[in-house]
């Protein structure tokens, strides 16, 4: 499985911007997709994630991004966004796309253990 992140960049504090993350290699139907981030001296963080079954999709996002956010999937190019909006400066980070297996449990999003495969990240950041 192969992930490549794309669309970062540097961007003004309430402006938008939107990540790609192409996924080859692997079983669309049953697959979790998630965006970690991670800024200087923190913990690599779960921002949110999709989790596909055959019988459908479970979008997680972490509660304090909720509102501002989405995450969506394009089935037909095998490749996941990350809409964010009303971006802030503690926004700026380095953005991961991972994938591994699906899951129902809410929690494990943010688990990157959950998760065999990482991209490149790509970078973000938002100025004041």
């Known amino acids: 499985v192969q992930l490549q992140a794309s669309g970062g960049g540097l961007v003004q504090a309430g402006r938008s911007l939107r990540l790609s993350c192409v996924v080859s290699?692997?079983?669309?139907?049953?697959?979790?997709i998630g965006w970690f981030r991670q800024s200087p001296g923190r913990e690599r963080e779960g921002v949110s994630c999709?989790?596909?079954?055959?019988?459908?999709?479970?979008?997680f996002t972490a509660d304090h991004l909720k509102g501002r956010f989405t995450f969506s999937r394009d089935n037909a190019k095998n490749t996941v966004h990350l809409q964010m909006d009303s971006l802030k400066p503690e926004d700026t980070a380095v953005y991961y796309c991972?994938?591994?297996?699906?899951?129902?449990?809410?929690?494990?999003?943010?688990?990157?253990?959950?998760?065999?495969?990482w991209g490149r990240g790509t970078l973000v950041t938002v100025s004041s």
């Open positions: 991972a994938a591994g297996g699906p899951f129902y449990i809410s929690t494990y999003f943010r688990e990157r253990s959950r998760y065999a495969y």
């Open positions: 290699g692997s079983n669309w139907d049953r697959i979790s």
């Open positions: 999709i989790s596909s079954f055959r019988s459908g999709d479970h979008t």
